[in-house]
């Protein structure tokens, strides 16, 4: 049987910025997106009509809004843009996942990943440039923390594999396989709430993109005091990376739990507004050699999970230069899945997508650094 090799990549042209002044509209919420035009001197209604057009229809040109007359389509056009942010490589793995190098105006880069199933794609979206986080296991966090994303930059990445796709609606097809969000891209969604909440609810929002908020996951490694806001304000899926049953593992392998240990972070787990047998929280867990895969281990992670509305998402580390860790083998990851299994846990084990194009969890990373003197407010 021939080795099956990756796609090549798909290059575009370098990044040379944009020399003009318009504003985007994308990622500015309904209220903005109403004031903007408004000073613009544009009717209100227009602030419908034109997030109907970026939103669900996926227009990037003013000339296609049909229904907005060409004199308002040419000052729209002289005062603003619909920008995506700019793919920099796309890759295609063996398996069918994508993973988009992306840019955005000021040059910085992070990574957006598509994962495919039968009947869904998981879009796998970056909060951050780099990480808050030092995770040991994480490839991400080797990249120190950037710059946070803002609300364009990060709705764009879903736009951008709806452009991919073509998945945008036409008047006789509206299915779409890009159903669900993941939050588990680049950096801590927690530790820049205000933008992504701004881009979830536009992703949302039932006259644009329209994902119910049961097909949008925001997974964090535990800032505590954030949690109860999550489930208030956007009321999503939560994910919490814990990868560890007690606080001497977990200190070294998520450092932030030396800030909020475990006993802490379960506690706010279980209060999640929402949370429920129907709509369990999910606790991921990479399964790292001689770590935290033992059977006692597994024990420990039923007791302390039993309490809670959880499910365990079993992840097999996925593997990147210079990693300190190894994977546990099959049988030991079975094993593991086994005993979590009987004490009353769902606890699946994922399939590593995208290892190929080093798309798959814990692997996504890009060449940007912070400038020297600058400082990022979170």
């Keep these: 049987m021939p080795v099956l090799t990756p796609e090549p990549l798909q290059i575009v042209e ?28 544009l009717e209100p209604f227009r602030a419908r009509q034109v997030w109907q057009w970026i939103y669900w229809h996926g227009v990037t040109d003013f000339g296609l809004m049909t229904n907005i007359a060409k004199k308002t389509q040419g000052r729209l056009a002289e005062l603003f843009v619909i920008e995506r942010p700019q793919i920099v490589t796309e890759q295609r793995s063996v398996d069918g996942t994508r993973k988009w190098l992306l840019r955005f105006p000021d040059g910085n ?6 994962i495919p199933e039968e009947d869904r794609g998981s879009v796998c979206i970056s909060s951050q440039v780099g990480c808050t986080l030092t995770c040991s296991f994480c490839h991400t966090g080797t990249q120190p923390l950037v710059r946070n994303l803002t609300p364009d930059e990060i709705v764009g990445q879903f736009m951008v594999a709806r452009d991919s796709y073509g998945e945008w609606p036409t008047p006789t097809e509206t299915t779409r396989m890009l159903s669900n969000i993941v939050m588990m891209g680049m950096g801590e969604p927690l530790y820049n709430f205000d933008n992504v909440a701004t881009a979830l609810k536009i992703v949302m929002d039932e006259q644009g993109i329209a994902l119910s908020r049961r097909r949008i996951t925001l997974s964090t490694s535990g800032v505590v005091p954030m949690i109860p806001k999550v489930g208030e304000v956007l009321d999503v899926n939560l ?12 200190d070294t ?49 039923v007791r302390i999970l039993t309490p809670i509305h959880a499910k365990v998402n079993l992840i097999p ?24 299994n009987d004490g009353g846990l769902s606890a699946p084990v994922r399939t590593p997508r995208g290892r190929d194009i080093s798309a798959a969890c814990g692997q996504l990373k890009s060449e940007s650094v912070r400038a020297k003197g600058q400082r990022v407010r979170l």
């Excluded at 739990?257 to 209060?271: D, F, T």
């Excluded at 996925?318 to 979590?340: M, T």
Aim: charged share 30%.
């Design 239 to 250: 994910a919490v990376s814990l990868h560890a049953v007690n606080d001497e593992v977990r």
């Design 14 to 41: 370098p990044f040379r910025g944009r020399n003009d002044t318009r504003r985007n509209l994308v990622g500015l919420s309904r209220d903005a997106l109403k004031a903007t035009l408004a000073e613009a001197g």
């Design 317 to 340: 580390f996925n593997p990147w230069p210079g990693a300190p860790y190894e994977c546990s083998s099959n049988n030991r990851i079975h094993r593991f899945a086994e005993i979590v």
């Design 109 to 114: 880069e992070a990574e957006t990943v598509n």
């Design 253 to 301: 392998l998520v450092p932030i739990n030396r800030k909020w240990p475990i006993k802490e972070l379960l506690k706010a787990c279980a209060a999640y507004p929402g949370a429920r047998n129907s709509r369990r929280i999910t606790f991921e867990y990479a399964m790292l050699k001689g770590v935290n895969d033992s059977d006692a281990d597994a024990r420990e992670l």
